[in-house]
């Protein structure tokens, strides 16, 4: 979780800018048309589209996954993610988060299906309500907060400078009294806000029972504060607690390091800020489809005034190479698919026979991998400070954005299909065929899969003839 840092000055007004393994059929999924996200409602939560409406079929994906980022107040647009899938009839049965996706892992994997959006809503209408402060009557709040930009930008600022000077409830309170700031002490207090509440709150929500029965795949990532280390928390090899998940959210110098067994951990979006890499690279290797859900666009707009560099900074600081890590694990399948079609060319016998045919082999993987990506979009009325403007007119504003988002990408069936080109790798996203910069006209691209699965294709032909009628 991206947490509250020292209020800035005011800056300039920011340019707006346009916004157990799941098998089941392998017949092509047919969506509904997506629907449109509703406008900001009374409650977190928007009704879904009927019982059974939209409920899909996939593939025989061995593993169904839901990768989640980190990114502070920004993480509703999770919650909005897993509401869309849950109404489509898609459980994922692994889960992995960093800071506030870690957070949101706990609350899904924490309780049965038909328990969790409910859950998810009072948690994210808990922590968005201010320490010290009279709940603001949801009517008004909306109605204020529906009026324009500009409103929103104000009560935005507001909510932002709220977290800052008194916190918000069960989650972090200022540290009383304040951290020293040369004098040695305790590393748990070593903060400017107090964590405690988020421990209860958890206990509270989540059952620890079930996250590890082991009938779901759960991990965390965070890093060693003493030798830097990126860790990841499997409920595969370790036994998960509140601790497990507080330690992947906390973001110094706002939150303490958490001990576990001796060590102490911080937030794991310091070295990375998405579990991808390690859901994609678990032994053993399956045939999974994957919905990365980004809180911080990697794409975005050259900035003009200091606000915008500020908020700049932050999209490529935190989006977190998940382009990258996804274009390294599409060349290294494309490599390894390779050199298992070579290996099937030798006779059986011989490859059992030579050694070296035999370790190649254990490198070779045949396992296919698609990649959803679910990323959120700027608003308008969105500054430096959008990670921690917990306002609860915000809140469901983000949520609509993710289930808008996932509906508008269950829309498209072949995005849910097995890859059929040669590297058994790809990725799609909902927004790159779209003009997401305001003013500026964006090109469509040709999704960078399309053209490979298209040059894949006519490779195919030129190795085996007989299958383009030659």
Same mark, same amino acid.
């Given at each position: 979780?991206?947490?509250?840092?020292?209020?800035?000055?005011?800056?300039?007004?920011?340019?707006?800018?346009?916004?157990?393994?799941?098998?089941?059929?392998?017949?092509?999924?047919?969506?509904?048309?997506?629907?449109?996200?509703?406008?900001?409602?009374?409650?977190?939560?928007?009704?879904?589209?009927?019982?059974?409406?939209?409920?899909?079929?996939?593939?025989?994906?061995?593993?169904?996954?839901?990768?989640?980022?980190?990114?502070?107040?920004?993480?509703?647009?999770?919650?909005? =993610?897993?509401?869309?899938?849950?109404?489509?009839?898609?459980?994922?049965?692994?889960?992995?988060?960093?800071?506030?996706?870690?957070?949101?892992?706990?609350?899904?994997?924490?309780?049965?299906?038909?328990?969790?959006?409910?859950?998810?809503?009072?948690?994210?209408?808990?922590?968005?309500?201010?320490?010290?402060?009279?709940?603001?009557?949801?009517?008004?709040?909306?109605?204020?907060?529906? $009026?324009?930009?500009?409103?929103?930008?104000?009560?935005?600022?507001? !909510?932002?400078?709220?977290?800052?000077?008194?916190?918000?409830?069960?989650?972090?309170?200022?540290?009383?009294?304040?951290?020293?700031?040369? $004098?040695?002490?305790?590393? /748990?207090?070593?903060?400017?806000?107090?964590?405690?509440?988020?421990?209860?709150?958890?206990?509270?929500?989540?059952?620890?029972?079930?996250?590890?029965?082991?009938?779901?795949?759960?991990?965390?990532?965070?890093?060693? %504060?003493? $030798?830097?280390?990126? =860790?990841?928390?499997?409920?595969?090899?370790?036994?998960?607690?509140?601790? !497990?998940?507080?330690?992947?959210?906390?973001?110094?110098?706002?939150?303490?390091?958490?001990?576990?067994?001796?060590?102490?951990?911080?937030?794991?979006?310091?070295?990375?800020?998405?579990?991808?890499?390690?859901?994609?690279?678990?032994?053993?290797?399956?045939?999974?489809?994957?919905?990365?859900?980004?809180?911080?666009?990697?794409?975005?707009?050259?900035?003009?005034?200091?606000?915008?560099?500020?908020?700049?900074?932050?999209?490529?600081?935190?989006?977190?190479? $998940?382009?990258?890590?996804?274009?390294?694990?599409?060349?290294?399948?494309?490599?390894? !698919?390779?050199?298992?079609?070579?290996?099937?060319?030798?006779?059986?016998?011989?490859?059992?026979?030579?050694?070296?045919?035999?370790? =190649?082999?254990?490198?070779?993987?045949?396992?296919?991998?698609?990649?959803?990506?679910?990323?959120?979009?700027?608003?308008?009325?969105?500054?430096?400070?959008?990670?921690?403007?917990?306002?609860?007119?915000?809140?469901?504003?983000?949520? /609509?954005?993710?289930?808008?988002?996932?509906?508008?990408?269950?829309?498209?069936?072949?995005?849910?299909?097995?890859?059929?080109?040669?590297?058994?790798?790809?990725?799609?996203? %909902? !927004?790159?065929?779209?003009?997401?910069?305001?003013?500026?006209?964006?090109?469509?691209?040709?999704?960078?899969?399309?053209?490979?699965?298209?040059?894949?294709?006519?490779?195919?032909?030129?190795?085996?003839?007989?299958?383009?009628?030659?």
């Amino acid at each position: 979780m991206i947490a509250p840092r020292t209020a800035h000055a005011a800056t300039p007004r920011k340019s707006p800018r346009k916004a157990a393994p799941q098998r089941v059929s392998a017949t092509a999924a047919k969506a509904a048309a997506p629907a449109r996200a509703a406008p900001a409602a009374t409650a977190a939560v928007l009704p879904a589209q009927g019982p059974g409406a939209g409920r899909l079929s996939l593939p025989p994906y061995e593993t169904v996954a839901l990768v989640l980022q980190g990114g502070g107040a920004l993480g509703a647009y999770q919650a909005g =993610v897993y509401q869309g899938l849950a109404e489509a009839g898609i459980e994922p049965n692994c889960f992995s988060g960093i800071s506030i996706g870690a957070l949101n892992t706990a609350l899904i994997a924490g309780n049965p299906p038909e328990r969790r959006i409910a859950r998810l809503t009072e948690f994210w209408e808990t922590i968005c309500q201010l320490n010290l402060a009279l709940p603001v009557t949801p009517f008004w709040e909306q109605s204020l907060f529906n $009026t324009n930009d500009a409103m929103r930008r104000n009560m935005s600022a507001l !909510h932002a400078a709220g977290a800052v000077l008194v916190g918000q409830k069960g989650f972090f309170r200022p540290r009383m009294p304040p951290p020293a700031i040369t $004098t040695p002490g305790n590393p /748990a207090a070593a903060s400017y806000y107090d964590t405690s509440a988020l421990s209860e709150t958890l206990e509270r929500l989540c059952d620890f029972d079930l996250i590890n029965s082991h009938s779901l795949r759960v991990s965390v990532g965070a890093v060693n %504060v003493r $030798t830097g280390n990126f =860790v990841h928390f499997d409920n595969a090899e370790t036994r998960l607690e509140p601790r !497990h998940f507080l330690a992947s959210g906390a973001l110094p110098p706002a939150f303490p390091a958490i001990e576990i067994d001796g060590e102490y951990y911080w937030d794991g979006g310091l070295v990375s800020n998405t579990p991808l890499s390690y859901v994609l690279e678990s032994r053993p290797r399956m045939d999974t489809l994957a919905f990365q859900v980004d809180l911080w666009s990697a794409r975005g707009r050259v900035p003009t005034n200091m606000s915008e560099v500020s908020d700049r900074i932050q999209d490529i600081r935190y989006s977190s190479r $998940t382009r990258q890590i996804t274009d390294e694990m599409r060349r290294s399948q494309y490599l390894q !698919h390779m050199v298992a079609y070579l290996l099937d060319k030798l006779p059986a016998d011989e490859r059992e026979a030579d050694k070296y045919c035999r370790e =190649v082999e254990a490198l070779t993987c045949k396992k296919r991998y698609n990649i959803i990506h679910l990323i959120y979009q700027d608003k308008p009325y969105e500054e430096y400070y959008k990670d921690y403007q917990f306002g609860p007119g915000i809140m469901r504003d983000h949520w /609509a954005c993710g289930l808008a988002d996932i509906r508008a990408t269950l829309a498209k069936p072949d995005y849910l299909l097995m890859p059929e080109n040669v590297s058994g790798f790809i990725t799609h996203d %909902v !927004h790159r065929t779209r003009d997401v910069h305001h003013g500026e006209r964006a090109a469509v691209e040709q999704p960078r899969d399309s053209r490979e699965n298209g040059r894949e294709s006519q490779a195919r032909g030129r190795r085996d003839p007989g299958k383009n009628g030659r």
